[in-house]
């Protein structure tokens, strides 16, 4: 009788793609068997309420579909991480783990304990760069401490060499392993297949590494080239490349994107400009995941303390409002209502609506970087809460509290045809180019709510709170 060779063990956790994939190359590499298991541990996946949590399912389907395809099962592994992994392992006789490294607290401390339990059971693990173009503890300030400052953080990223180029994907045939009977499992922990069935999904996203990339290509045919003027212009449909709902869920990488734009770069070289903005875009990725592996409650805590004494108001019909595209101005409504209905926003309106929010109607950011996790399809940790710290001004390099967005200024500059609006609020698609911004001031009877706050009270009144601060004193 042939004996059948030990697996090697490969976890997949927001990194659900075959191609540039560390771990799992690394896994294929090795010649062995592979069991791949993504693991479900409630304590480390709370977001069963958010819409992250049905676009990440929709991933690890498509991931099992494409595994599937290579004739290897992607398994699901429920329970507890620390005690299902190790389990897993032993249970199989696995030889070697697998895994692209994560940067958040909570699984760094699970991660930590399994790599301990693993080396004493005699396996070996494997913790691979998969996520980030530049890891989070190798750009520091000639002191030794993170950087402050987003710029001269980019700046010293790009005296590094650049990230490696992107991994094909592995040659998997054959190597698929299955266990040969019902494995023995601790109580709480078990193991099934992951489901290839999609779970529905927010008008206008289709999942998989494919459409990440075909989004790629569109945006680098048709939007790159004007990539640096008009990334600001919610009025201009795909003016930014939509990628950052697969980025989240690692169905594309951050190196195959940052590769695929150098190389356009090098055979265009008038793409610099709009090259070299797109790639600083990323790095503000990146920037917001050194910040949350420094600082891992930066969704939790005001970086700048005297921010802790704001009088917040708590008012449930603004926030409401807010909520639900009912402000009565228009460009801020649009941004919730796409939100609402897609799942996403477009960037320059997320600032504004943040800054509406903070400043106008003086809510706690974390009020809203709470509503923005359970709404986008793209919620991420450290970006979004790196994000509300920046636009309510309590973070670090943040924009000062005293730069309040005018919402109707802001909606005349970046949506000047009124396209944004009229596509989100159909309420006001009769109204003028100018009206438009300004509804109030139409002398026609419309169903929209009156503006919930007058525009110059509301800034006054943040500017005055932010004086009256301990700092300020
Ligand atoms: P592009 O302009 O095409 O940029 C390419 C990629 O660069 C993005 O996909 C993203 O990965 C990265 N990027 C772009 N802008 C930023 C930024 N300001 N900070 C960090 N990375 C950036 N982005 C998220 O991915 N998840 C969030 O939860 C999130 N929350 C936000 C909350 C607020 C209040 C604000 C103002 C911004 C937030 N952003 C968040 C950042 C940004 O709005 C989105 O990344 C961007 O709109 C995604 O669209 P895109 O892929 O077309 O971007």
């Given at each position: 009788?042939?004996?059948?060779?030990?697996?090697?063990?490969?976890?997949?956790?927001?990194d659900?793609?075959?191609?540039?994939?560390?771990?799992?190359?690394?896994?294929?590499?090795?010649?062995?068997?592979?069991?791949?298991?993504?693991?479900?541990?409630?304590?480390?996946?709370?977001?069963?309420?958010?819409?992250?949590a049905?676009?990440?399912?929709?991933?690890?389907?498509?991931?099992?579909?494409?595994?599937?395809?290579?004739?290897?099962?992607?398994?699901?592994?429920?329970?507890?991480?620390?005690?299902s992994?190790?389990?897993?392992?032993?249970?199989?006789?696995?030889?070697?783990?697998?895994?692209?490294?994560?940067?958040?607290a909570?699984?760094?401390?699970?991660?930590?304990?399994?790599?301990?339990?693993?080396?004493?059971?005699?396996?070996?693990?494997?913790?691979?760069?998969?996520?980030?173009?530049?890891?989070?503890?190798?750009?520091?300030?000639?002191?030794?401490?993170?950087?402050?400052?987003?710029?001269?953080?980019?700046?010293?990223?790009?005296?590094?060499?650049?990230?490696?180029?992107?991994?094909?994907?592995?040659?998997?045939?054959?190597?698929?392993?299955?266990?040969?009977?019902?494995?023995?499992?601790?109580?709480?922990?078990?193991?099934?297949?992951?489901?290839?069935?999609?779970?529905?999904?927010?008008?206008g996203?289709?999942?998989?590494?494919?459409?990440?990339?075909?989004?790629?290509?569109?945006?680098?045919?048709?939007?790159l080239?004007?990539?640096?003027?008009?990334?600001?212009?919610?009025?201009?449909?795909?003016?930014?490349?939509?990628?950052?709902?697969?980025?989240?869920?690692?169905?594309?990488?951050?190196?195959?994107?940052?590769?695929?734009?150098?190389?356009?770069?090098?055979?265009?070289?008038?793409?610099t400009?709009?090259?070299?903005?797109?790639?600083?875009?990323?790095?503000?990725r990146?920037?917001?995941?050194?910040?949350?592996?420094?600082?891992?409650?930066?969704?939790?805590?005001?970086?700048?303390?005297?921010?802790?004494?704001?009088?917040?108001?708590?008012?449930?019909?603004?926030?409401?409002?807010?909520?639900?595209?009912?402000?009565?101005?228009?460009?801020?409504?649009?941004?919730?209502?796409?939100?609402?209905?897609?799942?996403?926003?477009?960037?320059?309106?997320?600032?504004?609506?943040?800054?509406?929010?903070?400043?106008?109607?003086?809510?706690?950011?974390?009020?809203?970087?709470?509503?923005f996790?359970?709404?986008?399809?793209?919620?991420?940790?450290?970006?979004?809460?790196?994000?509300?710290?920046?636009?309510?001004?309590?973070?670090?390099?943040?924009?000062?509290?005293?730069?309040?967005?005018?919402?109707?200024?802001?909606?005349?500059?970046?949506?000047?045809?009124?396209?944004?609006?009229?596509?989100?609020?159909?309420?006001l698609?009769?109204?003028?180019?100018?009206?438009?911004?300004?509804?109030?001031?139409?002398?026609?009877?419309?169903?929209?709510?009156?503006?919930?706050?007058?525009?110059?009270?509301?800034?006054?009144?943040?500017?005055?709170?932010?004086?009256?601060?301990?700092?300020?004193?």
């Amino acid at each position: 009788m042939v004996d059948t060779p030990a697996p090697v063990l490969v976890l997949l956790r927001d990194d659900y793609r075959v191609a540039d994939n560390p771990a799992l190359h690394a896994a294929c590499a090795t010649g062995q068997p592979i069991l791949c298991a993504y693991v479900q541990d409630a304590a480390l996946q709370n977001t069963s309420a958010t819409r992250i949590a049905g676009w990440a399912q929709a991933a690890c389907a498509q991931l099992a579909s494409s595994l599937q395809a290579h004739g290897v099962t992607l398994f699901m592994l429920c329970g507890p991480t620390r005690l299902s992994v190790p389990a897993l392992a032993q249970a199989v006789n696995a030889t070697d783990v697998f895994w692209n490294r994560r940067y958040d607290a909570p699984g760094i401390a699970a991660d930590t304990d399994v790599h301990a339990s693993l080396k004493k059971q005699g396996m070996t693990v494997h913790s691979c760069t998969g996520r980030l173009l530049f890891e989070p503890w190798a750009i520091r300030t000639q002191a030794g401490q993170p950087y402050r400052v987003f710029t001269a953080w980019w700046r010293a990223a790009q005296n590094l060499p650049e990230p490696p180029p992107p991994l094909p994907a592995p040659d998997m045939r054959g190597k698929g392993y299955v266990p040969a009977a019902p494995l023995t499992l601790p109580q709480g922990v078990h193991l099934g297949r992951v489901g290839t069935q999609m779970p529905p999904l927010p008008p206008g996203w289709t999942s998989g590494e494919k459409a990440a990339h075909a989004n790629l290509h569109q945006f680098m045919e048709n939007a790159l080239p004007h990539y640096a003027t008009q990334r600001d212009r919610a009025d201009v449909a795909h003016g930014t490349s939509q990628l950052s709902p697969y980025i989240r869920v690692g169905q594309i990488s951050v190196r195959q994107i940052w590769h695929a734009i150098r190389h356009a770069q090098q055979r265009n070289p008038q793409l610099t400009t709009d090259a070299e903005k797109f790639l600083a875009e990323l790095g503000w990725r990146d920037f917001a995941w050194m910040q949350m592996f420094t600082t891992p409650d930066l969704a939790t805590r005001n970086l700048r303390p005297e921010f802790n004494h704001m009088p917040w108001r708590t008012h449930a019909a603004d926030m409401a409002a807010w909520q639900q595209g009912q402000t009565g101005f228009p460009l801020v409504d649009a941004g919730m209502r796409q939100l609402a209905r897609t799942g996403w926003m477009h960037n320059r309106v997320r600032m504004v609506v943040a800054s509406f929010l903070t400043k106008h109607l003086l809510t706690d950011w974390q009020k809203g970087e709470r509503w923005f996790y359970a709404q986008l399809i793209d919620a991420d940790a450290a970006v979004n809460a790196m994000n509300w710290q920046w636009g309510a001004g309590t973070g670090i390099d943040a924009a000062p509290w005293f730069r309040i967005f005018n919402p109707v200024g802001q909606s005349e500059k970046y949506d000047p045809t009124g396209q944004y609006i009229r596509t989100w609020v159909p309420e006001l698609a009769a109204l003028d180019n100018k009206t438009i911004h300004t509804p109030w001031k139409s002398t026609q009877r419309l169903a929209y709510p009156a503006p919930i706050v007058d525009l110059k009270l509301g800034r006054q009144r943040a500017l005055d709170c932010w004086k009256n601060l301990p700092k300020h004193q």
